[in-house]
């Protein structure tokens, strides 16, 4: 599986995922909407350090 | 809200309250609902049996522990899964939420010789559509549970004149497990409900079309499927139309698929939720921070 697909299915999951959880919180879709893209944001910063630190960890234990 | 009420609402009703609600009419019962409790039990049995005249043994099978062996880890022995399952006590989900059915239904059809788990694994006719029914039959004790829940809630913190939500929570909740946002529409929040519904409705599809119509199949995915039935139009969906398919080869993101599915109905059950809260609060606002404090 290549890396654009992964990022294909992985950010507009993680978005539609973001809508149900921000979704709880609000009483229209608009405002829904307008969290869910800073929410997915937020996500996608936090996936970015862990995926830096199972590579880190990766190259720590099993070697580059 | 009234200060009673907001103390109230952390407190919960009660372990005896809450295992009540795994038969299916008991609430309505001690609340004094003769006809609903009737209409629940009588409800629940009959969606179950329907669907056990086809799936009878299939039920071991799709259980989290079948009966022939131990969970892994745990020793030879320990616990009496054999003597569980003859008496009636068999964890397929959500069955087991109406639970005298699928107690009776596990009584009448447990076999232990050789002959009877072979007949576990076989797979039969028309399973995907019947195994759905047993399954909703559970979904549907569960819904009937949260409406006692509910009624109770109700009666306990609304006071002299308890009041009334503008749609049943409990429906919504139910609304929302056959369509995604529908349960939110009923309540009010129509554009909302139909965001939410969009994307539960969008992930599933992708794992249907990811694994080529075959990730939502309950004779070969029955612990996922658990998840995957938490939003009951996809699944029944599935029963109808791509679980029967023939399956030519493994599909190379079957496994991608699957777990997107069960994403979907994972998202569902807190859509599920949020409508009951939607509705709920309609007749017991949030009260300010301050107020909730003890």
């Known amino acids: 599986m290549s890396l654009w697909f992964r990022l294909a299915v992985y950010v507009p999951v993680l978005f539609l995922v973001a809508i149900v959880v921000v979704g709880q919180h609000h009483d229209n879709a608009r405002d829904t909407l307008r969290w869910t893209v800073r929410r997915t944001g937020r996500w996608l910063v936090w996936t970015a350090a862990l995926l830096a630190c199972m590579w880190g960890l990766e190259i720590l234990f099993i070697g580059w | ?294």
């Open chain 2, 1 to 294: 809200m009234s200060d009673r009420a907001a103390r109230n609402v952390a407190v919960g009703l009660g372990w005896g309250t809450f295992l009540a609600g795994f038969v299916p009419g008991l609430l309505q019962y001690q609340l004094g609902q003769k006809q609903r409790a009737v209409l629940a039990f009588g409800g629940c049995f009959l969606l179950f049996f329907v669907g056990w005249l086809v799936v009878r043994e299939r039920l071991f099978y799709w259980a989290l522990l079948t009966p022939d062996s131990p969970p892994p880890g745990s020793s030879p022995g320990l616990i009496p899964w054999q003597g569980m399952a003859r008496a009636g006590v068999v964890f397929t989900l959500p069955e087991l939420l109406n639970f005298p059915a699928n107690a009776l239904g596990a009584i009448l059809a447990w076999d232990a010789s050789p002959e009877g788990e072979r007949l576990w694994r076989m797979p039969r006719d028309l399973e995907h559509l019947f195994g759905w029914l047993t399954a909703a039959s559970g979904m549907l004790a569960a819904f009937w549970s949260a409406a006692g829940h509910w009624e109770l809630r109700r009666r306990r913190d609304g006071g002299a004149t308890p009041p009334v939500p503008v749609a049943d929570p409990a429906l919504c909740a139910a609304l929302s497990w056959l369509v995604p946002g529908l349960g939110h529409c009923r309540a009010g929040q129509k554009d909302k409900g139909a965001l939410l519904g969009f994307a539960v409705v969008v992930v599933f599809a992708a794992g249907l079309l990811f694994a080529h119509g075959h990730a939502v199949d309950r004779a070969n995915a029955s612990v996922w499927w658990i998840g995957q039935n938490l939003f009951g139009g996809g699944s029944l969906f599935a029963a109808l139309v791509t679980a029967p398919l023939r399956m030519e080869g493994a599909p190379p993101n079957l496994d991608l698929g699957v777990v997107l599915c069960t994403v979907a109905g994972l998202m569902n059950l807190v859509v599920m939720v949020d409508a009951f809260t939607v509705a709920e609060r309609t007749a017991f606002p949030l009260g300010k921070p301050a107020e909730v404090a003890p």
